[in-house]
């Protein structure tokens, strides 16, 4: 399968409790744990990820991380990368302004102890930039953050050894192996009302769809709530996506990033009493 090597970030830079309102973002380094009892370190990456080939599909993301220096070996740093919601900008961020992050979206925790390269697995959150689920802010990398001396000193975009700067490493295949000529397609539109539950809409099966979308207007005059819904069995439900806000005259799309036998989109209101009318397009094709 195809691999690309993003050699570098695009931005990265450390934020500091201890100092607040100071930028670190022009360092050739950046920190990563807690330190003592009055500075804790967090790190922001991003990588452009616009280099990736349309219609393919993402099978492993990798992100390596060179560690330059540390307090204690014999700490172990724990850190793992989370989903950073607001976009930030590299030499005015800091521990005061610095972004939110989803707790909830995040890759995979390595173990740090000495000087060395380190990677991670960051296959769920690229694959969610990829596809538009959500837009590409970067990651934060945090700690446990309950040991002193724990933290260690990564390189940045700005290090002197291009071979230590941080990397991502994406690995595809190729998705659109037949002409579209004859492709099995569907498509399918549904209006409903929204209440003060969600309700699920027309379940799909969607197991020989290598590709579909759900397509969400607000008619109405009120804003509406709207989820993707993903099943093994179309009795037993997990979300698929983050709840997303339509309003009014406004039209969003939500696309998978996991595959499921069967979909559907969910949807309420999103403030009780306020009932509005939406329309729903479900579009697919092999």
């Given amino acids: 399968m195809p691999t690309l090597v993003i050699p570098s970030s695009s931005k990265d830079a450390q934020i500091n409790s201890q100092h607040p309102t100071t930028n670190y973002g022009s360092l050739d380094n950046m920190g990563v744990g807690r330190y003592d009892n009055f500075s804790t370190l967090r790190a922001l990456i991003q990588f452009d990820i616009t280099s990736i080939p349309e219609g393919v599909s993402i099978t492993s993301a990798v992100m390596t991380l060179n560690v330059v220096s540390i307090y204690n070996s014999s700490i172990i740093d724990v850190v793992t990368p989370y989903r950073v919601m607001q976009d930030w900008n590299e030499y005015t961020v800091n521990w005061v302004n610095g972004p939110t992050i989803d707790n909830n979206t995040f890759g995979g925790s390595v173990n740090l102890f000495s000087i060395g390269a380190y990677s991670w697995d960051v296959t769920n959150l690229v694959k969610g930039w990829y596809t538009g689920l959500y837009p590409n802010y970067g990651v934060m990398l945090r700690s446990l953050e309950t040991r002193n001396f724990e933290a260690k000193i990564i390189a940045t975009r700005e290090y002197a050894d291009i071979s230590k700067r941080p990397s991502l490493t994406i690995t595809y295949e190729a998705t659109n192996l037949f002409s579209l000529y004859g492709r099995l397609k569907h498509s399918d539109t549904q209006t409903v009302v929204t ?67 069967y979909s559907r989109l969910s949807y309420k209101s999103l403030n009780n009493g306020e009932q509005t009318n939406i329309t729903i397009w479900y579009q697919s094709h092999v």
Avoid at 240 to 260: C, D, F, N, Q
């Fill in 195 to 261: 209440s003060d539950s969600y309700a699920g809409g027309n379940v799909y099966n969607t197991s020989e769809m290598s590709m579909y979308t759900f397509f969400i207007k607000n008619n109405g005059m009120n804003p509406a709530k709207v989820k993707l819904q993903i099943s093994p069995d179309g009795q037993n439900w997990l979300d698929g996506s983050e709840s997303v806000v339509v309003l009014s005259g406004e039209m969003k799309a939500l696309v998978p990033y996991i595959y499921a036998h």
